[in-house]
């Protein structure tokens, strides 16, 4: 691996007596895509708030590009650097256009014009949202207004995005866009994308999948090696995806299908070779 | 049909804002079985809200009529307040509906409202919170906020459950929720049914739910009820399915995908027990098949 993009250094973090993280290290590459992966409360958004600083570590301590959270100078550029995308849609709406919400965080920093415009422009258009930019965002779709979300942190030209369950109020097809988004995004900026999320169906095209679970990191491989351990993710209180189990199911019966059939798509075209 | 609860025919329902209208519903006939559990599913914008929200008498139909046992929705002379005792409806996300102290002031809210004694309060709040795997003893004097997701859910769940309602609508009960919330919650509407013999309506885009959960699925799209059938019924279709806009369950979508490259499968086989065998029949497999059901 080359040298991580972000990294986690034994980090542990409590609200009040409440251990939410518990002696974490991970390291995300650049241009890796990792899927955090958990149940409610096992502490997957608790350690997507640590990536860019949101939250500092009680112990431990994550960098960033050489960029340490826990001082406060390098935190603010850390927010730069790793871009966050959230749950709740339309909570992250700040204007009344689509054009100025994606512009805003550039506003703020105080860029000059032209290059708001410029980067502003190109974020829109990467995301495919250049057509909706004089709408009000609360007019949109929910898949539409996590573009719009996408967009004003790309426009910041993060190297990494951070995705805090940015699928789970979005309906299906929606939420298979916006993955299919991301990593579009990472393919075209190189961009490494953290996904958190509890459908594991959103994650046999990761390169990575990081399960946390009690506050700890308890598995992490690649989604062909993580999968099918089906007994294991079940305990892990996650829902494993009905093509997956019957894909270990005509596995264990002796239908030769390689390990990487994880996908509805590629499961038929192991059966039907 | 035996025993029709609530019935439309030919309801139509317009939005009117200034000069703009637009029909969120459109011509849809239904009947829901009284006891029965029934999903509509449909994506955003297909009418599925709008069309539930006359169940209890949210929305007036513009054209055609909703009965609700025996109560003409659309009359003028109905009481809602008698409709809404009978139907109760939670809507997306009802945890930020709560709003009290603790859980049980918030449970017993509605039926202090109904002139009963705090004796029959109390029966009716212990009842509603245990239908849903709260304790009145344990859980009754938190806050709500204390709660996890799933059990804020069914807090809210039992709020409305205390006011005895016959027919409980819940529009997306399971987003936001993870694999434990959702089998817990789908394990209580399961109970409510049958102890309590509630009709349930669920509002949903989760196929998975549907398939778990219904006796019967109705499918909206742009405001027109475009399909209905039981779930096994409707999911083999998942060609139709794609083309309302949603994604069948993944066995369905696996098993059209077989179909389309020539493998003889047949269309009923949704659930992971038949589509294995299925599978391995058809690609002629020496191994035996689970279940027995080998036979070439």
Known sequence: MTRALIELERVSYSYGPRIALDDVSLEVAAGEYVVVLGRNGGGKTTLARHLNGLLVPDRGRVVVEGLDTRDPEERRKVRDVVGMVFQQPAQQIVATVVEDDVAWALAERGLPGPVIRERVERAMEAVGIADLRDLPPHKLSGGQQQRVAIAGVLALRPRAIVADEATAMLDPLSRLEVVRLLHALRRRYGLAIVQVTHLLEEVALADRVAVVDGGRLVMDGPPEEVLWDLERLRQLGLAVPEQVELAARLRSAGLPLSPDSLTVEALARGIAR | ?296
């Open chain 2, 1 to 296: 049909m035996t025993d029709a609860l609530i019935v439309t025919r030919n309801l139509t329902h317009t939005y009117r804002s200034g000069s703009m209208t637009v029909t969120a519903v459109r011509d849809v006939s239904l009947e829901i079985e009284r006891g029965s559990t029934v999903a509509i599913i449909g994506i955003t914008g297909s009418g599925k809200t709008t069309l539930v929200q006359h169940f209890n008498g949210l929305l007036r139909p513009t054209s055609g009529a909703v009965i609700v046992d025996g109560l003409d929705v659309g009359s003028k002379d109905v009481s809602l307040s008698e409709l809404r005792r009978r139907v109760g409806m939670l809507f997306q996300s009802p945890e930020r509906q709560l709003f009290e102290r603790t859980v049980y002031a918030d449970v017993a809210f509605g039926p202090r409202r109904l002139g009963i004694t705090e004796a029959e309060v109390r029966a009716r709040v212990s009842a509603a919170l245990e239908a849903v795997g709260l304790s009145a003893r344990e859980h009754g004097q938190r806050s709500p906020f204390e709660l996890s997701g799933g059990q804020m859910r069914r807090a809210a769940i039992a709020g409305v459950l205390a006011m005895e309602p016959q027919v409980l609508v819940l529009d997306e009960p399971t987003v936001g929720l993870d694999a434990e919330g959702r089998s817990e919650l789908y394990g209580y509407l399961r109970r409510l049914r049958r102890d309590r013999g509630i009709t349930v309506v669920v509002v949903s885009h989760d196929m998975a739910e549907v398939a778990a959960l219904a006796d019967r699925a109705y499918v909206m799209h742009y405001g027109r009820l475009v399909m209905q059938g039981a779930p096994r019924e409707v999911f083999a279709q998942p060609e139709a399915l794609l083309r309302w806009g949603l994604r069948p369950p993944p066995i369905s979508e696996l098993l059209a995908i077989l179909r389309a490259r020539g493998l003889d499968l047949p269309h009923d086989a949704l659930s992971l027990d038949s589509a294995f065998d299925a599978i391995l029949r058809a690609r002629g497999n020496g191994h035996e098949p689970g279940g027995g059901q080998g036979v070439q």
